[in-house]
C-alpha cells in the first residue's frame, strides 16, 4: 500500500538533492531543441562541469519545453531565474564561468516580456522544470498526490461532482462541458468502458499536446487514471501521432515506471482499482484526430469518421473527451488537476458485454443499431 | 482440402521477422493489432511488400483487402522499397509560409525527384509530413532522421551531398 508518507519522502529527497546544489542548469530537451542540438550543449553541461570538479555545486537537468521554442536550444540558470536561448556548445563554458556572477548578455533572453509575465501556466506548470524521464521530479512535483487522493478519500460519485463544479471543458474545439460527459459515462451499464486519450495532434502550429506529453508525460497518465476512477473504466488508450516519436517514446517510459511503483496496472496504490493503458501509433492521417475516425484507428482499421448517436441508449456510443483545467477557480480538492493532452473519454455499450476485451472492441466497431 | 493454418509461416527465414512476431504475439493476434504489426514491419524492411501483407493479414485472421486498404490509407505506410537515404520536408503551415516550397523545387531540380519519390538510382527517398510539431524553426527537414531547422536550400543541398557521398 502505498501512502502519503511514501510520496512525501519522495519529494522531500528530490528536494533536498536540489537544495544541495547551489546552480541548477536546466537544458530543454523537449523536440524543438533537441532539433537544434541540444543534446550536444547538456552533455557539454556535464563535461565541464566534470571538469571543472563542481559535481557537488551544480547539477544539469534535461527538462522539457520552456515555451520560447523559437530561439532553441533553450537553458535556464535556477534559482537565479536566468535564461539564455541560441547556445551552443562553444557558448558552454562562458556560461559556467558566469555562474554567481553577472549573466553572459548576449545570450540572455529578456523574460520581462508580455510572454512570459502575462502568462500563467496551469497544465504545463511543470513543463520546463522537471525532467521528464524522472517518475520522482514529478512526485516531487506533487504528482500522483491527487491520485492518491482520489484513490484513498472520495467516491467516483465525489470525483465527478467536483469536476463538474470546476466547469472543465473539452478541449478537442466543441468545449463539451467535461462532468456531463462523465456523468453519462459512469451512469451507463456497460461492463466494459474505455478512456481515449486523444493526442493526435493534427493541426499544424499546434503543440500544446506536445508540449505536454514529451514534458510532463505523467501528468497526463495521472489524468487518465483519475477519469477511469470515476467512471469505472480499467483500460485506457493514448492515440499519439507518429510525427512525434520523442512523445511516444516518452510516454512509454512513462507508463513503464508507473506501472513498477504501482500507480498504473493492477491495484493501484494497493487498492482494488485496476487501469491498464496502451499507447497507439498514428500512421500519418489528420482525419483520425475526430473520435470516430480514431476509434476505427484503435481498432486497427481505416480512419474513416462515422455519424454516431450522443445518446446513451444506443449501441455505440462514442465520447471524446479532452480535459484540462481551463477554469479560473482551480479545483480545490485537486491543487494541480490533470493535464490537457486530449484525454479521452470512450465508453462502448455493446448489446452483450464480452467477455473478452479484443471481441469486445471488434463486436463494438461492428455493431450498429 | 483447405486448412486453415493457426500460426502462418513468415514469408522468408529473415531474422527480422522475429521482431514483427513479437507486436503479433503481444497483442493476441487480435485485428486491432493491424496498423500495430504493420508499423512493425515498415521498421524492420522500410516498406509493405505484398508478401508482408499477406503475411500479416492470415497471422491476424483479416482480409487481405483489409491490410491493403489500411496501408494506402495512412501516408506514414508504404508499398515501395524507400531509398538508402530519406530525406523529409516538413509541409504544414509554418513551414509552407517559410518557404518549405523552395526547398521542394530544389530538390527536384537536383535529384529529379517529387514527394513520395525515390531516385533513379535509389540512394535517396523524399517525403514530406504535416508539421513535425517545431514550427519555431521553420522551414524544417530532416535527413537520415537528423533535423535541420531555419534550413536553407543551400544547406539542404549540402547536407545531402555529404550523406549521399558520403556512403557511395
Ligand atoms: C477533422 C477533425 C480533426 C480533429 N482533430 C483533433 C485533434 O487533432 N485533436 C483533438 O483533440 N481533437 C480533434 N478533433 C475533435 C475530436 O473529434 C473530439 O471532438 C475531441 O477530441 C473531443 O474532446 P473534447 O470533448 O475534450 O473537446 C477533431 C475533429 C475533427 C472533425
Ligand atoms: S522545445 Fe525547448 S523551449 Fe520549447
Ligand atoms: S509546420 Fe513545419 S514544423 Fe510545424
Given at each position: 500500500?502505498?501512502?502519503l508518507?511514501?510520496?512525501?519522502d519522495?519529494?522531500?529527497?528530490?528536494q533536498?538533492e536540489?537544495a544541495?546544489?547551489?546552480?541548477?542548469?536546466?537544458?530543454?530537451?523537449?523536440?524543438g531543441?533537441i532539433?537544434?542540438?541540444?543534446k550536444?550543449?547538456?552533455?557539454a553541461?556535464?563535461n565541464?562541469?566534470l571538469?571543472r570538479?563542481l559535481?557537488?555545486k551544480?547539477i544539469?537537468?534535461?527538462?522539457?519545453?520552456?515555451?520560447?521554442?523559437?530561439?532553441s536550444p533553450?537553458i535556464a540558470i535556477e534559482?537565479d531565474?536566468?535564461?539564455?536561448?541560441n547556445v551552443?556548445?562553444?557558448?558552454?563554458?562562458e556560461?559556467?564561468?558566469s555562474?554567481g556572477?553577472?549573466?553572459?548578455a548576449?545570450?540572455?533572453?529578456n523574460?520581462?516580456?508580455p510572454?512570459?509575465t502575462?502568462q500563467?501556466?496551469?497544465v504545463?506548470?511543470?513543463?520546463?522544470?522537471?525532467?521528464?524521464?524522472?517518475?520522482?521530479?514529478y512526485?516531487a512535483?506533487?504528482g500522483?498526490?491527487?491520485?492518491?487522493?482520489v484513490?484513498s478519500s472520495?467516491?467516483?460519485v465525489?470525483?465527478?461532482a467536483?469536476?463538474?463544479?470546476?466547469?472543465?471543458?473539452?478541449?478537442?474545439?466543441g468545449?463539451?462541458?467535461?462532468g456531463?460527459?462523465?456523468?453519462t459515462?459512469?451512469k451507463?451499464?456497460?461492463?466494459?468502458?474505455y478512456?481515449?486519450?486523444?493526442?493526435?495532434?493534427?493541426?499544424?502550429?499546434?503543440?500544446?499536446?506536445?508540449?505536454?506529453?514529451?514534458s510532463?508525460?505523467h501528468?497526463v497518465?495521472?489524468?487518465?487514471?483519475i477519469?477511469?476512477?470515476?467512471v469505472?473504466?480499467?483500460?485506457?488508450?493514448i492515440?499519439?501521432?507518429?510525427e512525434?516519436p520523442?512523445a511516444y517514446?516518452?510516454?512509454?517510459?512513462?507508463?513503464?515506471?508507473?506501472e513498477?511503483?504501482?500507480?498504473l496496472?493492477r491495484?493501484?496504490?494497493?487498492?482494488?482499482?485496476?487501469?491498464h493503458?496502451?499507447?497507439r501509433?498514428?500512421?500519418?492521417a489528420?482525419?483520425?484526430g475526430?473520435e470516430?475516425?480514431?476509434i476505427?484507428?484503435?481498432?486497427g482499421?481505416r480512419?474513416?469518421?462515422?455519424?454516431?448517436?450522443?445518446l446513451?441508449?444506443?449501441t455505440?456510443?462514442?465520447?471524446?473527451?479532452?480535459?484540462s483545467?481551463?477554469?479560473?477557480?482551480?479545483?480545490p480538492?485537486?491543487p494541480?488537476f490533470?493535464a490537457?493532452?486530449g484525454?479521452?473519454?470512450r465508453l462502448s455499450?455493446?448489446r452483450?458485454?464480452?467477455?473478452?476485451?479484443?471481441?469486445h472492441?471488434q463486436?463494438?466497431?461492428r455493431t450498429?443499431? | 482440402?483447405?486448412?486453415?493454418?493457426?500460426?502462418?509461416?513468415?514469408?522468408t527465414d529473415d531474422?527480422?521477422?522475429?521482431s514483427?512476431?513479437?507486436v503479433m504475439?503481444?497483442?493476441?493476434?487480435?485485428p486491432?493489432?493491424?496498423?500495430?504489426s504493420?508499423?512493425?514491419?515498415?521498421?524492420?524492411?522500410?516498406?509493405?511488400?505484398?508478401?508482408?501483407?499477406?503475411y500479416v493479414?492470415?497471422?491476424?485472421?483479416v482480409?487481405?483487402?483489409?491490410a491493403?486498404?489500411?496501408?494506402t490509407?495512412?501516408?506514414?505506410f508504404?508499398?515501395?522499397p524507400?531509398g538508402?537515404?530519406?530525406?523529409?520536408v516538413?509541409t504544414?503551415?509554418a513551414c509552407?509560409i517559410?518557404?518549405?516550397?523552395?526547398?521542394l523545387?530544389?530538390?527536384?531540380?537536383?535529384?529529379g525527384?517529387?514527394?513520395?519519390q525515390?531516385t533513379e538510382d535509389?540512394?535517396?527517398?523524399?517525403?514530406?509530413?504535416?508539421?513535425?510539431g517545431?514550427?519555431g524553426?521553420?522551414?524544417?527537414?530532416t535527413v537520415?532522421?537528423e533535423?535541420l531547422?531555419k534550413?536553407s536550400?543551400e544547406?539542404?543541398?549540402a547536407?545531402l551531398?555529404?550523406?549521399?557521398h558520403?556512403?557511395?
Amino acid at each position: 500500500m502505498v501512502t502519503l508518507e511514501d510520496l512525501s519522502d519522495i519529494r522531500d529527497r528530490v528536494q533536498h538533492e536540489l537544495a544541495s546544489h547551489k546552480h541548477r542548469i536546466h537544458v530543454c530537451v523537449a523536440a524543438g531543441c533537441i532539433a537544434s542540438g541540444s543534446k550536444d550543449v547538456l552533455q557539454a553541461f556535464r563535461n565541464e562541469i566534470l571538469s571543472r570538479q563542481l559535481t557537488d555545486k551544480c547539477i544539469v537537468k534535461g527538462v522539457g519545453c520552456m515555451g520560447p521554442c523559437a530561439g532553441s536550444p533553450v537553458i535556464a540558470i535556477e534559482p537565479d531565474g536566468v535564461m539564455y536561448c541560441n547556445v551552443t556548445v562553444d557558448d558552454v563554458p562562458e556560461i559556467m564561468n558566469s555562474l554567481g556572477k553577472q549573466p553572459v548578455a548576449r545570450l540572455q533572453m529578456n523574460t520581462d516580456q508580455p510572454f512570459f509575465t502575462r502568462q500563467k501556466k496551469i497544465v504545463l506548470e511543470n513543463s520546463g522544470k522537471i525532467d521528464p524521464d524522472e517518475i520522482d521530479d514529478y512526485i516531487a512535483a506533487k504528482g500522483y498526490h491527487s491520485l492518491y487522493k482520489v484513490l484513498s478519500s472520495m467516491s467516483p460519485v465525489e470525483v465527478i461532482a467536483e469536476v463538474i463544479k470546476s466547469g472543465l471543458r473539452g478541449r478537442g474545439g466543441g468545449g463539451y462541458p467535461t462532468g456531463l460527459k462523465w456523468t453519462t459515462v459512469a451512469k451507463t451499464g456497460a461492463q466494459e468502458k474505455y478512456i481515449v486519450c486523444n493526442a493526435d495532434e493534427g493541426d499544424p502550429g499546434a503543440f500544446m499536446d506536445r508540449s505536454v506529453l514529451e514534458s510532463d508525460p505523467h501528468r497526463v497518465l495521472e489524468g487518465m487514471a483519475i477519469a477511469a476512477y470515476a467512471v469505472g473504466a480499467d483500460h485506457g488508450y493514448i492515440y499519439i501521432r507518429a510525427e512525434y516519436p520523442l512523445a511516444y517514446e516518452r510516454l512509454r517510459k512513462a507508463i513503464q515506471q508507473a506501472e513498477e511503483t504501482t500507480f498504473l496496472g493492477r491495484r493501484i496504490m494497493g487498492t482494488t482499482f485496476n487501469f491498464h493503458i496502451e499507447l497507439r501509433l498514428g500512421a500519418g492521417a489528420y482525419v483520425c484526430g475526430e473520435e470516430t475516425a480514431l476509434i476505427a484507428s484503435i481498432e486497427g482499421g481505416r480512419g474513416t469518421p462515422q455519424t454516431t448517436s450522443s445518446l446513451p441508449s444506443r449501441t455505440r456510443l462514442v465520447w471524446e473527451n479532452q480535459l484540462s483545467l481551463t477554469t479560473s477557480r482551480p479545483l480545490p480538492t485537486f491543487p494541480q488537476f490533470y493535464a490537457t493532452a486530449g484525454i479521452g473519454l470512450r465508453l462502448s455499450v455493446p448489446r452483450e458485454a464480452k467477455a473478452q476485451r479484443s471481441s469486445h472492441l471488434q463486436a463494438t466497431s461492428r455493431t450498429s443499431d | 482440402m483447405y486448412q486453415k493454418s493457426k500460426f502462418p509461416e513468415p514469408p522468408t527465414d529473415d531474422k527480422r521477422w522475429h521482431s514483427v512476431q513479437v507486436v503479433m504475439r503481444k497483442h493476441g493476434r487480435s485485428p486491432h493489432a493491424l496498423i500495430e504489426s504493420l508499423h512493425a514491419v515498415q521498421d524492420a524492411f522500410g516498406y509493405l511488400d505484398r508478401d508482408a501483407l499477406t503475411y500479416v493479414a492470415r497471422s491476424l485472421d483479416v482480409p487481405l483487402s483489409k491490410a491493403y486498404g489500411v496501408a494506402t490509407f495512412y501516408q506514414y505506410f508504404t508499398l515501395k522499397p524507400p531509398g538508402q537515404h530519406k530525406c523529409v520536408v516538413c509541409t504544414g503551415t509554418a513551414c509552407y509560409i517559410k518557404g518549405m516550397t523552395e526547398l521542394l523545387d530544389a530538390l527536384k531540380e537536383k535529384y529529379g525527384v517529387n514527394v513520395e519519390q525515390t531516385t533513379e538510382d535509389g540512394t535517396l527517398t523524399l517525403q514530406s509530413a504535416c508539421c513535425i510539431g517545431t514550427c519555431g524553426l521553420a522551414p524544417i527537414a530532416t535527413v537520415d532522421g537528423e533535423d535541420l531547422g531555419k534550413v536553407s536550400k543551400e544547406e539542404l543541398l549540402a547536407k545531402l551531398e555529404e550523406v549521399l557521398h558520403g556512403h557511395s
